[in-house]
């Protein structure tokens, strides 16, 4: 293979990430690399994320491509890419995470706390809205859609006075200069496998892109996932799900949400990370799902805004 052709999503963001990753791989395998650019439903609909049918919003049509060998490589942000398993296609690499935090970013330098009475915060994201009506039920939550420079141009232009989006995005643009808070992720934590990036190709061509996986990340993002799945809840369902690698320890914690905030249900296990047997992210993420299962989570995923 003389170019390895890499599909990514059209805005500012996949560019640059996926920009990244064909450094990357030209670094580990010397290969000369092409971005083929390819429009998601996603990128078509401007309905609210939580009514457009949020699993495989923005990867259906990039793995479309890749099937049908119109690039050899796909990269997606983790956070949208369907926890279920493609028969034909697998997440051979995901790369070092980035900051998986949520920032805040608001007028006047204001945090989330010192936010007035009333003011208008946007986000796209249920799990977002729901953890925005449990900290501060006196806010106007906004649901918006568009690119990071459309939803900061709504707190420039005093439409909004606030918005939130990925620390990771915005680190990989160059614009952590427009961020008030971040927001701590042990107390707000975010979409299981935020801030990692899933490097897919077809099955039984692992060898194309696989000295770029990152053990400790895939170890904490597929606990992150597994949660979710075993939830049988959508990537754009109120869960958030934090999971680190620590002094030999693989530590999970999960949060389900209500979508208006009133209710929230926690649990956090560990495991030793690595093992010799067994798989430590699906036997951790095992746990903490029964246990929010156990207190009734079903019950909160399976609610529509």
């Given amino acids: 293979m003389t170019t390895l052709r890499i599909g990514t999503r059209g805005s500012t963001l996949a560019l640059t990430q996926t920009g990244m990753v064909a450094d990357d791989l030209a670094d580990a395998y ?26 495989g919003l923005f990867t259906g049509a990039l793995r479309d491509a890749l099937l049908a060998g119109e690039c050899d490589v796909i990269v997606h942000s983790l956070k949208d890419l369907p926890t279920a398993p493609h028969d034909q296609l697998v997440v051979a690499a995901m790369p070092a995470r980035e900051d998986p935090r949520d920032a ?64 990771a995005g915005l680190t990989r643009i160059g614009r952590t200069d427009v961020v008030t808070e971040f927001l701590d992720a042990d107390r707000w934590p975010t979409a299981p496998g935020q801030g990692a990036l899933a490097v897919e190709v077809r099955r039984g061509e692992e060898d194309l892109v696989d000295r770029l996986d990152h053990a400790e990340t895939r170890a904490a993002v597929e606990a992150e996932r597994e949660v979710l799945a075993l939830l049988e809840a959508g990537c754009s369902a109120p869960v958030g799900a934090r999971a680190v690698v620590d002094a030999g320890l693989l530590l999970l914690s999960a949060s389900v949400y209500s979508l208006d905030g009133t209710t929230t249900l926690t649990s956090s296990h560990a495991t030793g990370w690595p093992e010799d047997e067994g798989d430590p992210s699906r036997e951790v993420a095992a746990s903490v799902a029964r246990e929010l299962l156990d207190a009734g989570a079903a019950g909160l995923t399976g609610e529509r805004p």
Avoid: Y
Avoid at 40 to 50: A, K, V
Avoid at 116 to 124: Q, Y
Avoid at 125 to 141: F, G, H, K, W
């Fill in 104 to 167: 805040l970013i608001a007028r006047d330098g204001l945090t989330l706390d010192k936010l007035p009475a009333g003011a208008r915060v946007g986000t796209g994201s249920p799990r977002r809205m729901a953890q925005l009506r449990a900290r501060r039920p006196d806010l106007e939550v906004v649901d918006i859609r568009g690119n990071v420079d459309t939803r900061l141009g709504k707190v420039a232009s005093g439409e909004l006075d606030a918005v939130i989006l990925a620390a």
């Fill in 30 to 55: 010397g290969v000369t690399t092409e971005l083929v650019t390819i429009t998601t439903d996603g990128d078509r609909s401007n309905e609210p994320l939580s009514r457009a049918g949020g699993t």
